[in-house]
């Protein structure tokens, strides 16, 4: 399998012949927000399927979206179906926490997040996380904050996608700071931890030094290595990639 962080929440997922893109935010500018200039934008591959853990601006960034072809599988929420149908997209796939849907030979499976999430104007749609099942199993978290039975979510995990940080000083509930996700990563127990949403985007005018943006990932190995010594913790750059091999005994 092989690994490719776009930045922030954005993560190119290929195995099994199959290309997985989570949450593409692909600009330079979102809103409020300004991608640093330490955090390279490389074009992602081209994705059999897009997943998009909810609809947060951040997260479903309808020009991104828009720059893949309109036969694109988009997975999304429950609830969210109607915005990229709206663009133009033909085959879009609604979950429910516990449902599933296959893309080749690779089984999508959504999860609990606990997470609020709605656009301006709009009602609150459920935040998902995705279990991704091949010949490895990767459980991209998504948006969330820690909760009872995060460790019944997933067993046998070759490869965890945490939420570390934000774009803001203060990472507020709902959302996974360094220690929070470290202590998910001592329930999930992965063989690979590869931190994730942090350092990418920050609020226009505010700049901030390259050691300031990877201070929550490096928070996070620390705090990872005590609590799960373990998991091998990987910090990658934006458009940085890594490859994971199948271990013996992974699924089939």
Do not use: N
Request: aromatic share 6%; net charge neutral.
């Amino acid at each position: 399998m092989r690994v490719t962080w776009i930045g922030h929440s954005t993560v190119a997922l290929e195995l099994d012949g199959v290309c997985l893109l989570t949450d593409p935010v692909l600009r330079s500018r979102v809103t409020h927000l300004t991608r640093a200039r330490s955090a390279q934008l490389v074009a992602p591959p081209r994705p059999d399927a897009v997943l998009v853990s909810h609809v947060h601006y951040d997260h479903l960034d309808l020009p991104s979206l828009r720059r893949f072809d309109r036969s694109t599988r988009v997975v999304v929420p429950r609830g969210a179906g109607s915005l990229l149908r709206r663009q133009g997209f033909s085959q879009v796939v609604e979950l429910l926490e516990g449902e599933e849907t296959q893309v080749g030979e690779v089984t999508v499976r959504a999860t609990r997040a606990v997470h609020d999430a709605r656009r301006v104007f709009g009602s609150e749609v459920p935040a998902l996380g995705f279990v991704i099942e091949g010949s490895t199993r990767t459980f991209f978290v998504g948006d969330t904050d820690l909760f009872d039975g995060m460790r019944d979510l997933a067993t046998g995990l070759d490869l965890a996608l945490l939420p570390v940080a934000g774009w803001g000083p203060r990472v507020p509930a709902g959302h996974l700071d360094s220690q929070r996700a470290a202590e998910a990563v001592a329930m999930l127990r992965p063989r690979v931890a590869i931190p994730v949403h942090w350092g990418t985007y920050r609020r226009i005018g505010k700049h901030l030094p390259p050691a300031k943006l990877r201070e929550p990932a490096e928070s996070f190995a620390r705090l990872a290595a005590g609590l799960a010594p373990e998991v091998e913790v990987r910090l990658l750059e934006p458009g940085a990639s890594a490859e994971l091999a199948v271990c013996e005994g992974a699924p089939a």
